[in-house]
């Protein structure tokens, strides 16, 4: 019987909490020390809040902000990653995952994933916003990094509407079009269109599925008001049915590139 599967001690919310806490303390050269002293929380337990593995509660919340002069930004970010009493990490926190990530699935309903997009499709999308786009940018490196680890493995599922759906100029739609087919070349990325006829719960958002090297999983949900991550077991499995669907509706990677060279002449040529 293979053994059971342990839940991952560290929470990316957690994670996330941490780091803009130390960020604070480091600004302000305070030590953890003394953090320890003020909250009569044991230095050990400090540490572990910072790193991720211990979640704070609001009065240490309060107090560290009131010491470091946060004006209220700890204690806005604790009630943001503790809703309903479960911390959902907010959008910041998840490059850091994307990075560490063995497997990478991401759907996209409306437009090419940001992973694969060109710079000038990032930039039209971010409405010209350079920096916005240079980090959009960056974060592909993972795709081809040379650092000794293996790059994830990325599947790309998108619906067919993002192929005809003007981004930019036509030469922009073309390029872009042009560097999927490009990706799809690549020994850790597939390439898939799904076509679009139907209903199905793919159409409610985008989403990526992140597995990392011990098999958890956390996602990272684009919503109306804003991107969430989760690892919670019920939203991940109802995740996983809507793969599930999309991939039942997805042309093989060598009939989407066919579709995607069609389009790339009869449209944006």
Known sequence: MPPRRQR????PALIAFGRQMRRLRDAKGVKQEVISQITNVSGPQVSKIETGKKRATRSFVEIVDDHLDGGGSLISLWEDLNKDGHPVPIWFDWP??????????????????????????????LHGIQEAADARLKRQSILTKDDGTAPPMLAILFDEQALYRPVGTAETMKEQLEHLLAMSQLPNVTVQVVL????HD??????????????????????????????????????????????????????SCELIRKVIQEKWT
């Open 96 to 125: 850091q995952v994307e990075a560490d990530a063995a497997v990478l699935v991401c759907w996209e309903h409306s437009l090419v994933p940001g992973l694969a997009q060109t710079p000038a499709y990032a930039l039209a999308i």
């Open 196 to 199: 679009s006829s139907g209903e």
């Open 8 to 11: 991952p001690r560290e929470n």
């Open 202 to 255: 793919g159409n409610t958002g985008a989403f990526v599925v992140a597995t990392m090297a011990d098999r958890s999983e956390i996602a990272y949900v684009e919503t109306a008001i804003r991107a969430i991550t989760t690892d919670d077991p019920a939203e991940l499995s109802a995740l996983g049915r809507t793969l599930i669907v999309l991939r039942s509706r997805a042309l093989s990677e060598q009939m």
